[in-house]
């Protein structure tokens, strides 16, 4: 099975930064990624989808890139509302494994 | 509007098996995809299985041998059952509306304790 690997497990930063994390897959999964964000007492939600693609409603400073083993969630100019945890999922072609978790901070 | 909505019972004794039902809303089981999801209390998220469009389910290969997807159409409500169950298996439990190309809804999740 394709393990997904996240880096860091954590991360603290000021408003206004710029913030990335990271998705390695074990192998390749083409650009059949997502990536949800899970506030602490919520359900995760959606914010981009095959890799590169911002869901429905998620603001522009949140961008996805990559393909193939590497991935990488950037949030330009970071808000106090984007503390919370962030999943790397791999999409399409099960088992749709899920990464440990990046958690985001706010300094 | 799209809802998915969890139910099921809150406690569970050890090497009993978890029945729990999402209850869907605004869209059709023919139509889309129904993953589960579990999360262990200060964990990630763990993918347990799906229930296609057409039927035919996939299942995590760390649960398969535990595990049971099915639904009822008419009803608009997807069942997992789960035997044997352990207290590693306390756990807060999603349905979550699955298109292949991500989760693009949830369930507000159903708690379950695995204890005598």
């Known amino acids: 099975n394709i393990v997904m690997t996240q880096s860091p497990k954590s991360i603290s930063i000021s408003v206004g930064d710029r913030v990335t994390m990271n998705c390695k897959a074990s192998q390749s999964v083409y650009n059949n990624l997502a990536w949800y964000q899970q506030k602490p007492g919520q359900s995760p939600k959606l914010l981009i989808y095959y890799a590169s693609n911002r869901y429905n409603g998620v603001p522009d400073r949140f961008t996805g890139s990559g393909y193939g083993t590497d991935f990488t969630l950037t949030i330009n100019s970071v808000q106090a509302e984007d503390a919370a945890f962030y999943y790397c999922?791999?999409?399409?072609?099960?088992?749709?494994?899920f990464g440990a978790g990046t958690k985001l901070e706010l300094k | 509007q799209v809802q998915l909505k969890e139910s099921g019972p809150g406690l569970v004794q050890p090497s009993q098996t978890l029945s729990l039902t999402c209850t869907v809303s605004g869209f059709s089981l023919t139509s889309y995809h129904v993953s589960w999801v579990r999360q262990p209390p200060g964990k990630g998220l763990e993918w347990m299985g799906v229930?296609?469009?057409?039927?035919?389910?996939a299942y995590n290969s760390l649960l398969k041998s535990r595990l049971s997807i099915s639904r009822d159409i008419s009803k608009s409500q997807v069942f997992l059952k789960m035997n044997s169950l352990q207290t590693e298996d306390t756990a807060t439990y999603y349905c979550?509306?699955?298109?292949?190309?991500?989760?693009?809804?949830w369930g507000q999740g159903a708690s379950v304790t695995v204890s005598s």
């Open positions: 229930i296609w469009t057409g039927g035919s389910t």
């Open positions: 999922q791999r999409i399409y072609n099960s088992p749709n494994t």
């Open positions: 979550a509306r699955d298109n292949n190309w991500g989760m693009d809804a």
